[in-house]
């Protein structure tokens, strides 16, 4: 069956531009995840949601960074005015049930941001 | 001192060799354990979950030490496919599962 898909996959911004990535978790995933990958480190949360609710958005590093799930299926995340060190690999998981962090995430292919 | 820490390695060794990393946390109340693996510039799949008891999938075992926090991972017979990065994933009883920044495995002829 279809997986996690994202989109794009790379995206080039100048800085000061404003970016939205797109994550299609799968059908009927109730938890989806946003996370930040630099590169040699491992992915760092941003935020969960679970169905529409964004139940966790402690890892967003600044007011720059919004991310929305308003029909609980496809989320996305917004970066404003993006800075060079927003320059990372951002992943969307997805689990079946409401255990989030407790069960099996699967992961979408990433978005490549790169920030000149 | 980071929640979840992993020596990044790289770890050399050949075909047939076998190899352990461990993981160790800080997180005392943490409840769930994972190990996944992630290819060079590809999303992370999982590899197995760790439980309490231990458990084993073909040439792959996971082991807990909760006195010691941390988690291990043995992989026999290694091989060439086995390359990758290996990371730890430690849930600490909340939404938020924290990752390592994983252990590259690196397996020669």
């Known amino acids: 069956g279809a997986g996690v898909s994202q989109s794009p996959r790379y995206k080039v911004a100048k800085r000061g531009q404003d970016v939205a990535l797109r994550c299609d978790p799968i059908?009927?995933?109730?938890?989806l995840f946003w996370y930040q990958q630099a590169l040699g480190q491992g992915p760092e949360f941003l935020t969960y949601?679970?169905?529409?609710?964004?139940?966790?958005k402690s890892g967003l590093p600044s007011d720059r960074f919004f991310a929305e799930r308003p029909e609980g299926s496809v989320s996305t995340l917004k970066i404003q005015r993006t800075q060079q060190e927003d320059s990372a690999v951002y992943l969307c998981a997805s689990s079946p049930l409401v255990g989030g962090a407790q069960e099996t995430q699967y992961f979408g292919p990433g978005t490549r941001l790169l920030v000149l | 001192r980071k929640e979840v820490e992993q020596d990044p390695g790289p770890f050399n060794v050949p075909e047939g060799a076998t190899v352990a990393f461990n993981c160790t946390y800080s997180n005392s109340a943490s409840q769930s354990f994972f190990w996944y693996r992630q290819d060079c510039r590809k999303e992370p799949k999982l590899l197995m979950s760790v439980y309490s008891s231990g458990n084993e999938d073909g040439r792959f075992t996971a082991q807990l030490n909760r006195a010691s926090q941390y988690i291990s991972l043995l992989i026999r017979d290694s091989k060439l496919s086995d390359s990758a990065t290996y990371l730890c994933?430690?849930?600490?009883?909340?939404?938020?599962?924290?990752f390592g920044r994983g252990t590259s495995l690196i397996v020669h002829p």
């Open positions: 059908s009927g995933h109730v938890s």
């Open positions: 994933v430690v849930n600490g009883g909340s939404y938020i599962p924290t």
């Open positions: 949601f679970q169905n529409e609710a964004q139940l966790d």
